[in-house]
């Protein structure tokens, strides 16, 4: 089983453009990958593909390659073993959700985000292709059920936070104590304001 | 175990009167609500909680109590025996989710909603109140730690998607086909446009 997480470098999280600058954007998407990789049990191989060469430093043995075909041509490749990919900017994820995601009894496992996307796929059958992007969950699960595969959908709220947009960035917040991205966000002014519902707030630093 | 779900009827889904009028809200609501009842399993008793007298009809018993106090007063009262508090507006659950979730070991389960809220609530130790409102996902967290109970949280994506904004209503679209709700919503003139990422949109009818 190996574990593969796509991330890209350049001009990351684009739609928090209102509240980071590019420079602080790239440092949160490299917190928030390394958050990912911090809830892969160690005894699981972890390969983050990237179409650029990056400089990534890590407290674990981590496998680094550069495709810069699309995303679906880059992973489609490595489907010749089992593998599960998981998104890069997951930092709500932990070991046991991950552990838990990894054991499911399936061909296919997916586990849904929000807008329809997918956050974490696991790929048993070496037949199976991936369609990211635009409503990937249903394109997975009509391949999966065109394939006739056993297929099982992952059901967590904590994987189906991927940070994309202001709200998000506040469910990061309520949730993320000590993680590396959450200290980030809290280092460069974001907070939670606790009146009625809580909201973000971002003080000058 | 008994069930207990609070509903308002009287001007309900406020953040969502920029895309239908109260008379549309008040049926969505009701066929959310229908939707709740239908995932809760038939051996397990069903008490809603309202301010007001209402007329609902459903294809299984219900208990209905009108109750005009505060909604903590309400369910505190109720915490005599073992009760789970499952709102009204989580139209994706089904009864495989309500069946996990109840079953659940320990004194208190709570299933976060989004912006700090608690979606489901189990509630086995009677000496627990409940504090809704404003973060309440953390102040029941706090209780349980303060009484040092044991507690679990309980993580679902599908438990997690209350209906409040206009960004729910994307996700009941998107996985909700056939709940009565989504029947609802699409005989309006709502449906999922699949562009780039799915939006919603209202056709006029």
């Not at 490595?78 to 997951?90: C, F, P």
């Not at 960035?169 to 280092?187: A, M, N, V």
Request: proline letters at 3%.
């Amino acid at each position: 089983m190996k574990v593969v997480i796509p991330f890209k470098a350049k001009n990351p999280k684009s739609r928090l453009s209102h509240l980071m600058n590019e420079r602080e954007r790239v440092e949160f998407a490299k917190c928030m990958l390394f958050d990912v990789v911090c809830s892969i049990p160690k005894s699981v191989e972890v390969l983050i593909i990237t179409p650029e060469r990056l400089n990534l430093s890590f407290d674990r043995e981590v496998g680094l390659v550069v495709d810069k075909r699309s995303l679906n041509d880059a992973i489609n490749s490595l489907i010749k073993d089992e593998i599960a990919v998981i998104m890069s900017d997951l930092p709500l994820l932990n070991e046991n959700i991950v552990t838990k995601f990894l054991s499911q009894n399936a061909e296919i496992v997916i586990a849904p985000g929000r807008k329809g996307g997918t956050n974490m796929l696991l790929i048993k059958n070496k037949n199976f292709k991936v369609s990211y992007h635009y409503g990937s969950f249903f394109k997975h699960l009509k391949i999966a059920r065109e394939m006739g595969l056993k297929f099982k959908i992952f059901d967590s709220f904590y994987s189906s936070i991927d940070v994309d947009e202001e709200s998000d960035l506040l469910e990061l917040l309520l949730h993320g104590i000590g993680k590396k991205s959450w200290e980030f966000l809290t280092s460069i002014g974001f907070e939670v304001k606790f009146e009625k519902d809580p909201i973000l707030i971002k003080k000058s630093k």
